[in-house]
Protein backbone atom coordinates (compact mmCIF):
# COMPACT_ATOMS: atom_id res chain seq x y z
CA UNK A 1 0.00 0.00 0.00
CA UNK A 2 1.46 3.15 -0.89
CA UNK A 3 1.45 6.37 1.64
CA UNK A 4 -0.21 9.29 1.27
CA UNK A 5 2.78 11.02 1.11
CA UNK A 6 3.63 8.89 -2.06
CA UNK A 7 0.22 9.34 -3.22
CA UNK A 8 -0.10 13.04 -3.19
CA UNK A 9 3.80 12.90 -5.10
CA UNK A 10 2.14 10.79 -8.17
CA UNK A 11 -0.73 13.22 -8.26
CA UNK A 12 1.44 16.37 -8.29
CA UNK A 13 3.64 14.70 -11.13
CA UNK A 14 0.44 13.88 -12.72
CA UNK A 15 -1.05 17.63 -12.52
CA UNK A 16 2.70 18.78 -13.92
CA UNK A 17 2.75 16.56 -16.91
CA UNK A 18 -0.86 17.96 -17.45
CA UNK A 19 -0.06 21.73 -17.85
CA UNK A 20 3.76 21.04 -19.73
CA UNK A 21 2.30 21.63 -22.70
CA UNK A 22 1.72 24.66 -21.79
CA UNK A 23 5.15 25.53 -19.63
CA UNK A 24 7.42 23.91 -21.44
CA UNK A 25 9.15 26.63 -23.96
CA UNK A 26 12.22 26.35 -24.34
CA UNK A 27 14.53 29.33 -24.42
CA UNK A 28 15.86 30.64 -27.36
CA UNK A 29 19.75 29.83 -28.28
CA UNK A 30 20.74 32.87 -27.10
CA UNK A 31 18.93 32.65 -23.69
CA UNK A 32 15.97 34.66 -24.31
CA UNK A 33 12.72 33.49 -23.12
CA UNK A 34 9.58 33.78 -24.17
CA UNK A 35 7.96 36.73 -23.34
CA UNK A 36 4.64 35.79 -21.33
CA UNK A 37 1.65 36.98 -22.30
CA UNK A 38 2.46 38.56 -25.38
CA UNK A 39 -0.86 37.71 -26.79
CA UNK A 40 -2.27 40.10 -24.75
CA UNK A 41 -0.20 42.53 -25.78
CA UNK A 42 -2.13 45.71 -27.80
CA UNK A 43 -1.64 45.97 -31.76
CA UNK A 44 0.96 48.68 -33.01
CA UNK A 45 0.18 47.50 -36.95
CA UNK A 46 -0.23 44.48 -38.72
CA UNK A 47 1.01 44.01 -42.55
CA UNK A 48 0.82 41.15 -45.73
CA UNK A 49 4.08 39.75 -47.27
CA UNK A 50 3.02 38.77 -50.68
CA UNK A 51 6.53 37.87 -51.72
CA UNK A 52 5.83 34.87 -49.20
CA UNK A 53 2.09 34.72 -48.64
CA UNK A 54 1.67 35.76 -44.94
CA UNK A 55 -0.02 37.96 -43.09
CA UNK A 56 1.46 39.67 -39.85
CA UNK A 57 0.18 41.32 -36.55
CA UNK A 58 2.53 43.09 -34.74
CA UNK A 59 2.10 43.85 -30.58
CA UNK A 60 3.96 45.76 -28.19
CA UNK A 61 4.37 45.43 -24.67
CA UNK A 62 3.07 48.87 -22.62
CA UNK A 63 6.70 50.14 -23.22
CA UNK A 64 6.45 49.79 -26.76
CA UNK A 65 2.59 50.82 -26.79
CA UNK A 66 3.22 54.21 -25.21
CA UNK A 67 6.14 54.77 -27.94
CA UNK A 68 4.33 54.29 -30.21
CA UNK A 69 1.39 56.13 -29.02
CA UNK A 70 3.39 59.40 -28.67
CA UNK A 71 5.55 59.19 -31.60
CA UNK A 72 8.82 57.81 -29.09
CA UNK A 73 10.36 55.30 -31.45
CA UNK A 74 13.56 56.54 -32.62
CA UNK A 75 15.10 55.02 -31.13
CA UNK A 76 12.55 52.95 -29.05
CA UNK A 77 12.82 53.16 -25.31
CA UNK A 78 14.71 50.64 -23.15
CA UNK A 79 12.64 47.40 -22.42
CA UNK A 80 10.33 47.73 -25.47
CA UNK A 81 9.41 44.64 -26.70
CA UNK A 82 8.01 44.29 -30.10
CA UNK A 83 6.59 40.81 -31.11
CA UNK A 84 4.96 39.66 -34.66
CA UNK A 85 2.61 36.78 -34.97
CA UNK A 86 2.94 35.03 -38.65
CA UNK A 87 0.16 33.05 -40.27
CA UNK A 88 -0.20 31.67 -43.84
CA UNK A 89 -2.87 33.16 -45.84
CA UNK A 90 -5.80 32.15 -47.48
CA UNK A 91 -8.96 33.33 -48.70
CA UNK A 92 -11.09 34.47 -46.08
CA UNK A 93 -14.04 31.52 -45.96
CA UNK A 94 -16.95 33.64 -47.04
CA UNK A 95 -15.65 36.50 -48.11
CA UNK A 96 -13.08 35.18 -51.28
CA UNK A 97 -11.52 38.62 -52.24
CA UNK A 98 -10.33 39.14 -48.10
CA UNK A 99 -7.45 37.48 -47.54
CA UNK A 100 -7.35 36.14 -43.84
CA UNK A 101 -4.79 34.39 -41.47
CA UNK A 102 -4.59 30.52 -41.69
CA UNK A 103 -1.85 28.35 -40.61
CA UNK A 104 0.01 29.88 -37.38
CA UNK A 105 3.79 29.67 -38.49
CA UNK A 106 5.92 31.45 -36.08
CA UNK A 107 5.70 34.72 -33.28
CA UNK A 108 8.94 36.42 -33.09
CA UNK A 109 10.36 39.28 -30.79
CA UNK A 110 12.42 42.26 -30.94
CA UNK A 111 13.35 43.37 -27.28
CA UNK A 112 15.24 46.90 -26.59
CA UNK A 113 18.61 46.85 -24.63
CA UNK A 114 21.29 48.80 -26.02
CA UNK A 115 23.60 46.89 -23.25
CA UNK A 116 22.29 43.90 -22.78
CA UNK A 117 22.37 43.14 -26.98
CA UNK A 118 25.61 45.57 -27.80
CA UNK A 119 26.31 42.48 -29.85
CA UNK A 120 22.85 42.83 -31.92
CA UNK A 121 22.84 46.52 -33.12
CA UNK A 122 21.20 46.81 -29.41
CA UNK A 123 17.98 44.60 -30.04
CA UNK A 124 17.87 41.13 -29.00
CA UNK A 125 15.91 38.51 -31.41
CA UNK A 126 14.30 35.70 -30.98
CA UNK A 127 11.53 33.75 -32.67
CA UNK A 128 9.67 30.30 -31.65
CA UNK A 129 7.93 28.34 -34.43
CA UNK A 130 4.47 26.65 -34.82
CA UNK A 131 1.71 25.58 -32.30
CA UNK A 132 4.15 23.78 -30.72
CA UNK A 133 6.54 27.19 -30.62
CA UNK A 134 10.14 25.00 -31.10
CA UNK A 135 12.83 27.75 -30.44
CA UNK A 136 14.55 28.86 -34.25
CA UNK A 137 18.08 28.60 -34.82
CA UNK A 138 21.08 26.37 -33.88
CA UNK A 139 23.57 28.26 -31.59
CA UNK A 140 23.71 31.50 -29.87
CA UNK A 141 24.72 33.20 -32.88
CA UNK A 142 21.30 32.54 -34.86
CA UNK A 143 20.51 36.56 -34.59
CA UNK A 144 23.11 37.66 -36.73
CA UNK A 145 21.08 36.49 -39.45
CA UNK A 146 18.06 38.84 -37.91
CA UNK A 147 20.80 41.74 -37.89
CA UNK A 148 21.58 40.95 -41.19
CA UNK A 149 17.89 41.51 -42.43
CA UNK A 150 17.45 44.25 -40.18
CA UNK A 151 20.13 46.49 -41.36
CA UNK A 152 18.76 48.30 -44.13
CA UNK A 153 16.40 50.05 -41.77
CA UNK A 154 19.48 50.84 -39.12
CA UNK A 155 18.68 54.48 -39.24
CA UNK A 156 15.17 53.37 -37.94
CA UNK A 157 16.27 51.89 -34.80
CA UNK A 158 16.19 48.06 -37.21
CA UNK A 159 12.98 48.31 -36.59
CA UNK A 160 10.66 47.68 -39.97
CA UNK A 161 7.01 48.43 -38.58
CA UNK A 162 5.81 51.92 -38.99
CA UNK A 163 3.34 51.94 -35.83
CA UNK A 164 -0.32 52.01 -37.76
CA UNK A 165 -2.34 55.67 -37.84
CA UNK A 166 -5.14 55.63 -34.96
CA UNK A 167 -7.34 57.95 -33.76
CA UNK B 1 -10.64 93.47 -12.86
CA UNK B 2 -11.79 89.98 -13.45
CA UNK B 3 -13.44 88.17 -10.43
CA UNK B 4 -11.50 85.32 -9.05
CA UNK B 5 -14.47 83.00 -10.03
CA UNK B 6 -14.41 84.61 -13.71
CA UNK B 7 -11.24 83.79 -13.83
CA UNK B 8 -11.39 80.09 -12.71
CA UNK B 9 -14.86 79.54 -15.23
CA UNK B 10 -12.57 81.29 -17.85
CA UNK B 11 -9.80 78.49 -17.37
CA UNK B 12 -12.24 75.95 -16.99
CA UNK B 13 -13.92 76.90 -20.59
CA UNK B 14 -9.97 76.66 -22.15
CA UNK B 15 -8.85 72.90 -20.31
CA UNK B 16 -12.06 71.94 -21.84
CA UNK B 17 -12.04 72.96 -25.05
CA UNK B 18 -8.28 71.34 -25.01
CA UNK B 19 -9.87 67.97 -24.21
CA UNK B 20 -12.97 68.45 -26.32
CA UNK B 21 -11.27 66.40 -29.65
CA UNK B 22 -10.86 63.60 -27.63
CA UNK B 23 -14.27 63.55 -25.41
CA UNK B 24 -16.68 65.18 -28.05
CA UNK B 25 -17.27 61.53 -29.90
CA UNK B 26 -20.62 61.57 -31.22
CA UNK B 27 -23.09 58.32 -30.83
CA UNK B 28 -23.86 56.36 -33.79
CA UNK B 29 -27.14 57.82 -35.38
CA UNK B 30 -28.84 54.08 -33.39
CA UNK B 31 -27.50 55.30 -30.17
CA UNK B 32 -24.49 53.62 -29.79
CA UNK B 33 -22.03 55.43 -27.84
CA UNK B 34 -17.98 54.65 -29.10
CA UNK B 35 -16.66 51.72 -26.61
CA UNK B 36 -13.83 53.55 -25.14
CA UNK B 37 -10.71 51.76 -24.49
CA UNK B 38 -11.02 49.83 -27.77
CA UNK B 39 -7.74 50.10 -29.10
CA UNK B 40 -6.45 48.71 -25.93
CA UNK B 41 -8.39 45.24 -26.78
CA UNK B 42 -6.48 42.46 -27.53
CA UNK B 43 -6.19 40.92 -31.14
CA UNK B 44 -8.39 38.20 -32.61
CA UNK B 45 -7.33 38.00 -36.23
CA UNK B 46 -6.19 40.41 -39.37
CA UNK B 47 -7.34 40.55 -42.54
CA UNK B 48 -6.52 42.10 -46.27
CA UNK B 49 -9.64 43.02 -48.59
CA UNK B 50 -8.12 43.07 -52.04
CA UNK B 51 -11.11 44.13 -53.34
CA UNK B 52 -10.88 47.37 -51.96
CA UNK B 53 -7.30 47.83 -50.85
CA UNK B 54 -7.94 48.13 -47.18
CA UNK B 55 -6.26 46.41 -44.06
CA UNK B 56 -8.16 45.31 -40.89
CA UNK B 57 -6.64 44.48 -37.52
CA UNK B 58 -10.56 42.88 -35.38
CA UNK B 59 -10.02 42.98 -31.90
CA UNK B 60 -12.49 42.04 -29.21
CA UNK B 61 -13.19 42.93 -25.54
CA UNK B 62 -12.41 40.54 -22.83
CA UNK B 63 -15.83 38.56 -23.25
CA UNK B 64 -15.21 38.39 -27.11
CA UNK B 65 -11.62 37.22 -26.03
CA UNK B 66 -11.95 34.72 -24.06
CA UNK B 67 -14.89 33.12 -25.90
CA UNK B 68 -12.49 33.18 -29.18
CA UNK B 69 -9.72 31.48 -27.08
CA UNK B 70 -12.13 28.83 -25.78
CA UNK B 71 -13.83 28.38 -29.51
CA UNK B 72 -17.35 29.35 -28.03
CA UNK B 73 -18.16 31.75 -30.86
CA UNK B 74 -21.18 30.51 -32.32
CA UNK B 75 -22.79 32.24 -30.89
CA UNK B 76 -20.86 34.60 -29.14
CA UNK B 77 -21.86 35.28 -25.72
CA UNK B 78 -23.46 38.74 -24.46
CA UNK B 79 -21.14 41.14 -24.10
CA UNK B 80 -19.13 40.58 -26.90
CA UNK B 81 -17.83 43.58 -28.56
CA UNK B 82 -16.18 42.77 -32.24
CA UNK B 83 -14.18 46.11 -33.50
CA UNK B 84 -12.30 46.42 -36.80
CA UNK B 85 -9.86 48.99 -37.30
CA UNK B 86 -9.28 49.49 -41.07
CA UNK B 87 -6.74 51.24 -43.27
CA UNK B 88 -5.58 52.08 -46.60
CA UNK B 89 -2.96 50.09 -47.99
CA UNK B 90 0.51 50.95 -49.22
CA UNK B 91 3.54 49.49 -49.90
CA UNK B 92 5.57 49.05 -46.81
CA UNK B 93 8.38 51.59 -46.95
CA UNK B 94 10.99 49.61 -46.45
CA UNK B 95 10.36 46.02 -48.15
CA UNK B 96 7.82 47.11 -50.68
CA UNK B 97 6.86 43.66 -51.03
CA UNK B 98 4.93 43.66 -47.78
CA UNK B 99 1.91 45.99 -47.74
CA UNK B 100 0.95 48.30 -44.62
CA UNK B 101 -1.21 50.17 -43.00
CA UNK B 102 -1.41 53.55 -44.22
CA UNK B 103 -4.40 56.65 -43.92
CA UNK B 104 -6.98 55.31 -40.77
CA UNK B 105 -10.76 54.54 -42.66
CA UNK B 106 -12.65 53.91 -39.77
CA UNK B 107 -13.52 51.38 -36.94
CA UNK B 108 -16.38 49.41 -36.91
CA UNK B 109 -17.96 47.65 -34.13
CA UNK B 110 -20.25 44.71 -33.74
CA UNK B 111 -21.75 44.59 -29.85
CA UNK B 112 -23.84 41.03 -29.05
CA UNK B 113 -27.29 41.59 -27.39
CA UNK B 114 -30.28 39.09 -28.62
CA UNK B 115 -32.76 40.93 -26.66
CA UNK B 116 -30.96 45.01 -26.73
CA UNK B 117 -30.63 44.59 -30.63
CA UNK B 118 -33.28 42.20 -32.00
CA UNK B 119 -34.31 43.75 -34.82
CA UNK B 120 -30.55 43.61 -36.55
CA UNK B 121 -30.04 39.88 -35.66
CA UNK B 122 -28.80 39.95 -32.11
CA UNK B 123 -26.00 42.45 -33.14
CA UNK B 124 -25.47 46.28 -32.59
CA UNK B 125 -23.77 47.92 -35.65
CA UNK B 126 -22.18 51.02 -35.25
CA UNK B 127 -19.40 53.06 -37.21
CA UNK B 128 -17.27 55.88 -36.61
CA UNK B 129 -15.21 57.25 -39.98
CA UNK B 130 -11.77 58.91 -39.82
CA UNK B 131 -9.33 60.12 -36.99
CA UNK B 132 -12.24 62.67 -36.28
CA UNK B 133 -14.89 59.67 -35.53
CA UNK B 134 -17.52 60.97 -37.35
CA UNK B 135 -20.64 58.20 -36.80
CA UNK B 136 -21.09 56.48 -39.84
CA UNK B 137 -24.69 56.73 -41.15
CA UNK B 138 -28.04 59.62 -41.75
CA UNK B 139 -30.75 57.80 -39.22
CA UNK B 140 -31.33 55.32 -36.71
CA UNK B 141 -31.91 52.18 -38.99
CA UNK B 142 -28.52 53.01 -41.12
CA UNK B 143 -27.38 49.71 -40.05
CA UNK B 144 -29.77 47.39 -42.17
CA UNK B 145 -27.26 47.91 -44.12
CA UNK B 146 -24.73 46.25 -41.71
CA UNK B 147 -27.36 43.01 -41.65
CA UNK B 148 -28.12 42.89 -45.07
CA UNK B 149 -24.34 42.28 -46.12
CA UNK B 150 -23.45 40.18 -43.20
CA UNK B 151 -26.65 37.80 -43.77
CA UNK B 152 -24.29 35.29 -45.87
CA UNK B 153 -23.06 34.43 -42.55
CA UNK B 154 -25.91 34.00 -40.87
CA UNK B 155 -25.22 30.25 -39.86
CA UNK B 156 -21.46 32.04 -38.38
CA UNK B 157 -23.51 34.17 -35.92
CA UNK B 158 -23.36 36.60 -38.34
CA UNK B 159 -19.72 37.21 -38.34
CA UNK B 160 -17.26 37.09 -40.92
CA UNK B 161 -14.07 36.45 -38.92
CA UNK B 162 -12.63 33.32 -37.18
CA UNK B 163 -10.28 33.72 -34.78
CA UNK B 164 -6.45 33.22 -35.63
CA UNK B 165 -4.88 30.18 -35.30
CA UNK B 166 -2.52 31.40 -31.96
CA UNK B 167 -0.12 28.49 -29.67
Known sequence: MKSPI????ALL??????FSPVLAVDNAPNGIKLPSEYKDWRVISQSHRID???????LGNDIAIEAARSNNTNPWPKGSILAKLV????????WP???APEKFVHAEFMIKNDNKYNSTG?????RWLGLDQKPYGTDKDFAQE??????????NDYVFTKPAEMP
Chains 1, 2 share one sequence.
Open 52 to 58: NNTLRTI
Open 6 to 9: LNQL
Open 97 to 99: SAI
Open 87 to 94: WKQAPEQH
Open 146 to 155: CVACHTPVKD
Open 13 to 18: LFCSSM
Open 122 to 126: GWGYA
